[in-house]
Nanobody, 117 residues
Framework: VQLQASGGGLVQAGGSLRLSCAAS????????MGWYRQAAGKQRELVAI???????NYATSVKGRFTISRDNAKNTVYLQMNSPKPEDTAVYYC????????????WGQGTQVTVSS
């Protein structure tokens, strides 16, 4: 499975940005898809996860501001980032987990999101 993330860039605080991640290859076995982020000097952390059935889970810091969604027909997961804050600045990575596997068996290449104040 290959994951291709896109949509990162520079955004002003309070604006909006949408990240996309398309999966290709042997996608039939994918269950969860999600987004993680890693800020400079910090560990990678979970942002949001969505299962194939639509169940979601969010980091407390982004609840109410970010929305994860997926289009199973397109094997694509999205992260709608509303009202981003400077502390959301990080490299964002998409992930995918196999059925019966972990939440992140596969990783995308990462896309930089910079939020200016």
């Amino acid at each position: 499975v290959q994951l291709q993330a896109s949509g990162g860039g520079l955004v002003q605080a309070g604006g909006s940005l949408r990240l996309s991640c398309a999966a290709s290859g042997r996608t039939s076995g994918i269950n969860a898809m999600g987004w993680y982020r890693q800020a400079a000097g910090k560990q990678r952390e979970l942002v949001a996860i969505i299962t194939s059935g639509g169940g979601t889970n969010y980091a407390t810091s982004v609840k109410g501001r970010f929305t994860i969604s997926r289009d199973n027909a397109k094997n694509t997961v999205y992260l709608q980032m509303n009202s981003p804050k400077p502390e959301d600045t990080a490299v964002y990575y998409c992930s995918a987990g196999r059925i019966g596997g972990s939440l992140s068996d596969y990783w995308g290449q990462g896309t930089q999101v910079t939020v200016s104040s």
